[in-house]
């Protein structure tokens, strides 16, 4: 897979720009000094992925001022075939639409279609604060991979929503008439949560099998790496969760167990990292987590993901850089950086590499 243009419309600090890239090149590096739109240029592309920015929740954000509307467009090849991407925001009236080859599609069906693996200084955070940040990253890995799962999540989310509301109506009400209906809404929730926990945890499977020999490449030492679904669903079937939690649910008026509370936790040599990792532990850990992605995006779908690597050679030291290098062969990569040194560190791949100053 690969991008072959990018056109983009009021994004940001981008006007009306255009860039093709270069055929016979894998490497983009953007260069420059910070301020410049190096970032901006990941985020179109991430957004032409995920149908959504990495920095902000609010697609008004992405508008660049004074203006109504953005528009994003890409041209991508794979397999053989070319297909034409589009995200369109608009403010008022307030819309979003996406479309594939032209035709309008759903978020849902648009997903998929472009395959990024994103890897940026703040994705540490994802490693030691909120669990919600963990459940992004397993859900936006699971959901680029497997149509179904995306599909599960998104009715999980709009069922949970709804139990949430009964549960509320019901303790406000002080009513048992309306457990009935809980029942209903249960049924349901339970169906979506299923497939979303079968899909993690072998997800994390995944990840076991794999995150001690990339770990151990990277730092170039053995140690011991686990990860760990933290869920109350290990050792006990949501059905039967979610009846031990009904009046628990009914007092709060919230859905208190579900994949929308579970968690991952990292190990190293038996410790959990949030208690005794270093900052150079961190990092190691955080590379091989991105590289066993793409490696599993490979293996899920059969194609190389587009790699999104916004200033993070800045984050690594040389060995883990030469690490990532030899990762990345084979994957469209569009690098970031301020360094005009770092391109001396790519010496060898200088034959592969595109320059764009910023």
């Not at 994705?123 to 680029?144: A, E, F, G, H």
């Amino acid at each position: 897979m690969k991008i072959r243009k990018l056109q983009l419309e009021n994004f940001r600090n981008y006007s009306n720009y255009s860039y093709d890239f270069d055929n016979d090149k894998e490497i983009t590096i953007l260069l420059g000094p910070n301020g410049q739109g190096k970032t901006n240029f990941l985020e179109a592309l991430y957004t032409l992925s995920l149908g959504k920015s990495f920095r902000t929740s609010t697609q008004e954000d992405l508008i660049e001022w004074g203006n109504e509307y953005l528009r994003c467009n890409c041209e991508i090849t794979t397999d053989n075939d070319t297909i034409n991407l589009e995200v369109f925001y608009s403010k008022d009236p307030k819309q979003k639409n996406f479309k594939r080859n032209g035709v309008n599609l759903k978020n849902s069906e648009y997903f998929g279609n472009l395959l990024t693996v994103l890897f940026h200084p703040e994705d540490l955070n994802m490693l030691y604060l909120s669990p919600s940040l963990r459940r992004k990253y397993l859900n936006i890995i699971l959901s680029q991979t497997d149509k179904k799962y995306l599909k599960n999540l998104s009715q999980f989310k709009k069922v949970l929503k709804q139990r949430n509301a009964l549960l509320h109506e019901i303790r406000e009400k002080f009513s048992n008439n309306l457990i009935e209906d809980l029942e209903a809404w249960d049924q349901e929730l339970i169906e979506f949560a299923d497939y979303i926990l079968e899909k993690r945890k072998e997800f994390i499977k995944y990840l076991n099998k794999n995150l001690e020999k990339y770990y151990s490449q990277v730092a170039d030492e053995k140690n011991r790496i686990e990860v760990e679904y933290d869920s109350k669903t290990n050792n006990t079937a949501y059905k039967e969760l979610i009846k031990l939690r009904r009046n628990e649910d009914i007092r709060r008026a919230e859905t208190t167990t579900g994949p929308h509370r579970d968690d991952m936790k990292f190990f190293i040599n038996g410790k959990e990292i949030s208690k005794s990792a270093s900052r150079g532990e961190y990092r190691t850990l955080l590379l091989a987590i991105k590289l066993i992605e793409i490696a599993y995006i490979k293996e899920k779908t059969g194609k190389n993901p587009v790699l999104l690597l916004d200033d993070v050679f800045s984050e690594l030291d040389r060995k883990r850089q030469g690490h990532l290098l030899k990762s990345i062969k084979g994957c469209q990569t569009i690098i970031t950086t301020t360094n005009i040194d770092l391109i001396d560190e790519f010496e060898e791949l200088k034959d592969f590499i595109t320059i764009i100053e910023k």
